[in-house]
Every structure is written in C-alpha cells, then in structure tokens.
C-alpha cells in the first residue's frame, strides 16, 4: 500500500510539474514577444535613419552597426531572414516567410494562458495576424527563443503528459478487477483508480491528465478505514462478483499471484504518445 501511494503521489506531482513548465514557458512567450516588438520599433528608428541619410548623402556607419546589433537581438529571439532594397532599406521576413518589418514594424501578438491543466492548449503567437506558432500556425517559425518556447509547451512537454497518463492507465488496467461470477460484469479498477470510476480509463488517449488525477483507492488503504486485504481477495470496488477468494482462505494467493503476472507483463500503448510499447 505504501508502494502503491508513493507511485500514484509521483506521478501526481510530475503531473503538476509539467503543467508548471508550460506555464513558465508560455509566460517567456509573453516576455519573447514583448522583445521582439521593442526590438522592430529600435529597428524602424534607425533603419528611416539609414535611408534618410543615404538619400541626403551622409555617413551612415553607425547606423548601420546599430541595425546589425538589432537584428543580432532580434534573430535570438525568433529565426530572421533579411533582404537589402534601394537606400539601404531592409525588410525583415521570419525564418518561415512571415514579414516583420517592411517600411514600418508589423504588430507581434499573443495572449498569455496563467493557469495550466493537462487539458489547456496555449494560444498561439500572430504577426500581424497570421498565427506563426501552434497546430493551426500557417507559416510556422522555425527557430530562436519564440519557436524553443512554443515547441515545449505545445509538443515536448504535451507528449510527456501523454507518457504519464498512458502509464497511469497501465497501472489502473494491471490492478484492474474482473467478474468472478459468471455475468460478465465489466472489468473495473481496482487498487489504482480515478474520478471516473467504475469505468475503466478509455484505451485511446483522451483521457488527458489521468496521472494527475490516479489514487489508491481508499477502500483498501488502512490509513484511510480501508482493508488491505482486499488487494489479495477482490471486491475493492465494493461489488461481490468480483470476489476472487471466494472461500475466504486466509491462504489465498491466487489473485496475488495475478497481480505479479500483469506488472511483468508487456502492455501495449497508446502510439501517439511516443513512448516504447512495454510494461509499466
């Protein structure tokens, strides 16, 4: 029992750290994007320098310095292309096409998202207008900060979420119990479940956030008025058919021996998670 707590408190909290990690990132997005509008209004400044003076004859350099250390910052915080018109005019693309500044500085938006749960999709980055982040992103940026951020919170960290929860379910589906009296009752969890008992946890993955939300169920935890001895007899759930030691034999072992069985052997998951199809 005390195991079995310890493994459904871990992956509670890595739940909640992963959660934790694409709330920081999406507030970096905020801060990145705050970056790169400053960035485009320095940029507009000196770059109406550079024409005027080129135009009027003057010396430039510093100018143009000042404009390569801008686009120096400006390509650490998202992947730039650059293209040199008439007067040393420049016009600056992202990494995937988008315009950013063409004449005057294009708007950089995005909403943050405070609060994360394993359900939560972040919103997206836009440059004027067209979103260049997330799954319904355009012409999605390809590099720098913006695009490190977006990837961890929308896919790195998504697909480990799907790794917990895929274990979870694993654990539930091991310690699962059957009908032992011949109705053909559906299976039920047993010593690991989750708010959506007595049914089982679907074998697609949407049930996202199941790793947050796994506990042992009290019926069987002492500390809680429960009786551990139900793990080697059945019935946790509370219904009868699903009784394994039907004779009540204080040397039952059966259903133990069941539950060995199932944590060696390999189980499949869901692709979509990525992970290996293995045991838990």
Not at 40 to 50: A, C, K, M, R
Not at 215 to 242: K, M
Request: glycine share 10%; proline share 5%.
């Amino acid at each position: 029992m005390t195991a079995a707590k310890g493994v459904a408190s871990s992956l509670n909290d890595a739940t909640k750290t992963v959660q934790s990690v694409r709330a920081d990132a999406d507030t970096d997005m905020a801060t990145s994007v705050s970056t790169i509008n400053q960035l485009l209004s320095q940029f507009d400044t000196v770059n109406t320098s550079i024409v005027k003076g080129t135009i009027a004859g003057t010396d430039v350099t510093d100018y143009l310095d000042l404009r390569d250390s801008i686009l120096s910052k400006l390509s650490q915080e998202v992947g730039i292309t650059v293209a040199t018109r008439a007067n040393n005019d420049m016009v600056v693309y992202t990494d995937s096409g988008v315009t950013l500044f063409e004449t005057k500085a294009r708007s950089v938006t995005f909403a943050p998202t405070n609060a994360y749960t394993a359900g939560t999709s972040g919103n997206a980055v836009y440059i004027d207008g067209v979103p260049v982040t997330g799954a319904g992103a355009v012409m999605p940026i390809q590099s720098g900060k913006l695009a490190g951020l977006a990837t961890l919170r929308d896919d790195a960290a998504v697909t480990y979420q799907s790794q917990l929860d895929e274990t979870a379910r694993g654990l539930i589906e091991t310690f699962a119990e059957s009908d032992q009296s011949g109705a053909a009752l559906p299976d039920v969890p047993g010593l690991f479940t989750y708010p959506g008992a007595p049914a089982m946890p679907p074998t697609a993955l949407i049930s996202t956030g199941l790793a947050g939300t796994i506990f042992v169920n009290p019926s069987v935890d002492q500390t809680a008025g429960g009786n551990p001895s139900l793990l080697r007899d059945g019935a946790i759930s509370g219904n009868a058919a699903y009784n394994y030691n039907t004779g009540n034999n204080a040397g039952f072992s059966d259903r133990l021996q069941q539950l060995v069985d199932g944590i060696a052997a390999n189980r499949p998951f869901d692709p979509s998670a990525q992970g290996s199809r293995t045991r838990v």
